[in-house]
């Protein structure tokens, strides 16, 4: 007996969270508002007003501390939750708002101008009578609203017009908010023509684009949601629409040319983007001309017009991203008023409704990065100052044409100080930060090989916390253009121009580390083919080292190996990839410490004069001090005698409070103080 019960007891537990569980999202939001209205009472729900207007909103936690719609401030009131009603002297709502039928209803929820147009259209006998129907009433403020042309056309033709455009909101079932499911549609009591229903995360629920401000407030014969406008009847394709509407006569041409009148006018729930005549206007001729001529870019220009699911401006109350039909995401927001596309109000009309989703018209064309060259890509984005230099130089073929390149182009304040003279090495070093592919860094792997339009060869290497190639790492995401692929680097490229030994031999800095690598019989080592880091002490580190030790080391060629070998990491390390610490095991064995901080690369906490001086066999930098190994240092040698007094005092540190409560111990103490004294 006990079992059993235990049993239905868990099974009603697991019926319970279930159907929590699946809570439509407006019931949620919902459930929230009453959760912060019940320290007012039963059933009282928390509403956010935004300031200066009648609009109210249940709210969700985040927008519950945000306190914000669109950007403008809100205030929290506290009234009934739907379906409840004050009693005199009682704290809350907790009364049931009376059942009776829909006609009475709209009267009780506030639709009374919609339950004055029911009587006055004779829609009254049926709304009060029985069966079980769904409305969907339109507010007081609703009716304000409509164009007064528009509203003498109802009124003045009550038996047709106004019964037909009050039926349009009504359905011939019961249809609650949990069975207003997103991208669906319902047929309205006028002509089956359907009402299309959006159901969004944020708990948003429009009916044709108009919102439903209090929902599920039930008659004995239906049940009645209240919404914010008139719907009107659709039955236009968003194909239809753009062919019928002169302000998108470059448009329909678009889309004849790229072929996507049939997605326009297919089943489906998309909203688009539609760039006014306008709009393309914007855009200087020889770019429009470009696109309009390249089906390819063309239909990534239309596809990135075009989102993947239908969004009415009344379900926007915050950023969110949105996936367009050419794969881009755009930031979908609202300022105060305006809706925004990645952040500019650029939408001039809204919420023209299609039976397969929903226009927007936009006065500034959105061109994705798939439709654009290098050269407009650079110039719109934080590596402006390297487009110029390819200009000047002459290089800008390479980034307008059909070529297929990558281009690593560095951020501008690289050149803060200034820009370089254009002239054949200048050059021929930009030739080389155009490679010869159109590539991806998220396919690039460690030790790849990349060939230049200037001829060279340069390394790809993957760290942990950076990608580069060569001495420059990769500072922003890939932007991928119609042609080309655009890396933002963090510095200028320095392509490798020999092995080690080469570099270090051209450089009259390393003329003393020369005749020491040729001492300790090294050059071999650094002249084949390798993946060194080398940090390679100047003369000058030599010449800070004590004569006799310098001497020393230099006449002794098995240690000099030693020491130089400790100076050489056995694998590439450029700065880019050197975070808080970085070990690297050195071709002597132990192990060398590279840190950056405040920009400054350090080796064994001494700074380094150079970085990233690029060989083809490896990188190498300019210390001005001659690095130790470990068993070199005089605190770290085994050999090196004990300081009696240092030894003394540990002792001494160790013993001094423990010795003086122990008589066996005490004497001990009393000959460290003796000694301590002599």
Request: aromatic share 6%; with cysteine; proline share 5%.
């Amino acid at each position: 007996m006990e079992r059993g019960v235990l049993l239905l007891a868990l099974a009603w537990a697991l019926a319970v969270t279930l159907s929590g569980a699946a809570k439509s999202p407006y019931q949620q939001v919902l459930q929230h508002s009453r959760l912060r209205g019940r320290q007012h009472g039963p059933n009282v729900c928390a509403v956010q007003k935004l300031l200066g207007t009648n609009r109210k909103y249940y709210t969700n936690c985040k927008q519950w501390y945000q306190r914000k719609v669109c950007g403008k401030s809100t205030m929290i009131s506290y009234e009934c939750c739907p379906g409840y009603e004050k009693v005199p002297g009682e704290k809350g709502c907790p009364a049931a708002l009376p059942l009776s039928n829909i006609y009475d209803t709209l009267g009780i929820v506030g639709a009374s101008t919609t339950q004055l147009y029911s009587d006055s259209s004779n829609l009254r006998p049926e709304i009060e009578g029985p069966g079980s129907f769904t409305i969907f009433a339109p507010n007081n403020e609703a009716w304000l609203a409509l164009p007064a042309e528009m509203l003498d056309s109802l009124v003045s033709n009550v038996n047709i017009e106004l019964l037909n455009a009050l039926r349009h909101h009504m359905v011939n079932r019961r249809v609650l908010t949990d069975d207003l499911k997103h991208g669906t549609s319902l047929p309205s009591m006028y002509q089956n023509i359907d009402i299309q229903i959006h159901h969004y995360p944020n708990g948003i629920v429009t009916v044709n684009c108009a919102r439903l401000l209090k929902a599920d407030h039930h008659a004995t014969n239906g049940v009645v949601h209240l919404i914010d406008k008139v719907i009107a009847t659709t039955t236009n394709t968003i194909q239809q629409i753009v062919e019928t509407n002169e302000n998108l006569e470059t448009l329909r041409a678009a889309v004849a040319a790229s072929g996507l009148n049939n997605l326009l006018e297919n089943d489906g729930q998309f909203t688009l983007l539609a760039p006014t005549n306008e709009a393309f206007e914007k855009i200087p001729q020889e770019t429009l001309n470009r696109i309009l001529g390249d089906p390819e870019a063309l239909k990534d220009l239309l596809n990135h017009h075009i989102l993947k699911s239908a969004m009415c401006a009344e379900a926007i109350i915050a950023g969110l991203s949105m996936e367009t039909l050419e794969g881009t995401m755009l930031e979908v927001g609202c300022t105060g008023d305006d809706l925004t596309l990645n952040g500019r109000p650029i939408i001039a009309e809204r919420d023209v409704l299609a039976i397969n989703g929903v226009v927007h018209f936009v006065n500034e064309l959105l061109i994705p990065d798939s439709a654009k060259t290098l050269f407009e890509l650079g110039q719109e984005s934080d590596v402006s100052t390297s487009i110029d230099l390819f200009r000047q130089a002459d290089l800008s073929s390479h980034l307008t044409g059909n070529e297929r390149v990558t281009l690593l182009a560095p951020v501008n304040t690289v050149f803060k100080d200034g820009t370089p003279s254009i002239n054949r090495n200048t050059k021929s070093l930009l030739l080389d930060h155009i490679l010869k592919e159109q590539l991806s860094s998220k396919y690039l792997y460690h030790g790849q090989k990349l060939e230049t339009l200037g001829g060279k060869e340069l390394r790809v290497f993957v760290y942990r916390n950076n990608l580069c190639i060569e001495n420059v790492c990769i500072a922003a995401h890939d932007r991928r253009g119609r042609f080309g692929t655009l890396f933002t680097v963090d510095k200028m490229l320095t392509p490798p121009v020999g092995t080690v030994m080469d570099v270090l031999k051209a450089d009259q800095r390393f003329s003393t580390l020369v005749a020491a690598i040729q001492s300790a019989g090294l050059m071999e080592t650094l002249n084949r083919p390798g993946t060194f880091t080398v940090f390679a002490p100047t003369n000058e580190a030599f010449r800070a080292l004590p004569q006799g030790e310098l001497n020393k080391l230099m006449g002794n060629a098995k240690e000099l190996a030693t020491v130089l070998k400790y100076h050489i990491g056995d694998e590439i390390l450029v700065s880019g990839a050197v975070g808080a610490l970085v070990r690297l095991k050195s071709l002597q064995g132990d192990k060398i410490e590279i840190s950056a901080k405040n920009n400054v690369v350090n080796v064994n906490k001494e700074p380094i004069a150079e970085t990233d001086i690029m060989a083809t066999n490896g990188v190498i930098y300019a210390v001005n001090t001659v690095l130790q190994p470990p068993a070199f240092r005089p605190q770290e040698r085994g050999d090196e005698p004990a300081d009696p007094a240092l030894e003394i005092f540990k002792q001494a540190s160790a013993l001094s409070k423990v010795s003086q409560r122990s008589a066996r111990l005490a004497p001990v103490y009393s000959r460290l103080l003796a000694r301590m004294k002599q």
